[in-house]
């Protein structure tokens, strides 16, 4: 069970759907009950809080939903650092003024480290971890589609970033799926205000993070339960990747078939009904 400061699972006030603060520089979005369990989300590189939109109506039927816009991503102020661990640092700072304790945290891609790092840092806040289509390891990386190469690769990337359009940002979206989606306006909003040199910073970050150590190695040193999803058809990390997160213990891994890398987009249920299962279970 979930702990609140001081120990018990104390009954909070109810809070509304779509509830807003910031923490410590932390875009932060509530929605469904406040004496639920918490269920933190935290989303990839290049995307925002508003990427989860398709499967928080389902998990806030039964949690308290915690949604995170990373530093420079959404509405967060940029930041110093985009370091993996300083950007862990900061979450758990959040979660520490929210008085929470032991909750399930869901990252995508990306998240999925700053989620991994939040275990490392502070295991007292993490009770398990979710990872979404968050590649081990810079070899899983796949060669990237020609618009996103273009989009954050010099000497075109800076100038096409000025430009870009809302039909460009779906583009850069559905390229990664392998299903037809529709992409959250918020979404395609919230990407727009991403700096081109915030973006480039923190992909550079990220590929350091797991370069020092992949991320099956550090899960196998942390004592907590991991669910892994991995879209079977996903276009930027090596669905067949997925396999070295079988040697962490305490870990499960769940492929869907014909999903890409925005599985909370392109199977918004079947990824919805997973993470219910496993925040319920622990397994």
Known sequence: MYKTEGGSPDILPCMGTDDVKHLHGMHVVHDGPR???????????????????????????????IRIDLPGHGHSPPAPSYEVPEQAAGLAAALDELGLRSVTVAGHSSGGYIATALAEQRPDLVGSLALISSGPSPDA??????LLRALISPPLGPLLWRVRSDAM?????????????????????EVRGIDYRTFRTVLRQNGAYIAERTVPVRLTALDVPVLVIFGAADRRWDPSSAHHYDTVPNARVEHLPDVG????LEAPEATGSLLLDFAATGH
Do not use: K
Not at 37 to 46: A, D, K, M, N, T
């Open 141 to 146: 990386l796949l060669p990237q589609p020609a």
């Open 35 to 65: 004496e639920a369990p918490p269920l933190v989300l935290i989303h990839g590189s290049g995307a925002s809080g508003s990427s989860w939109g398709p499967v928080v109506p389902a998990l806030a039927g039964r949690y308290h939903v």
């Open 261 to 264: 890398h925005f599985p909370m």
């Open 169 to 189: 940002l779906r583009r850069g979206v559905t390229a990664v799926c392998n299903r037809p989606v529709d992409v959250p306006d918020d979404l395609i909003s």
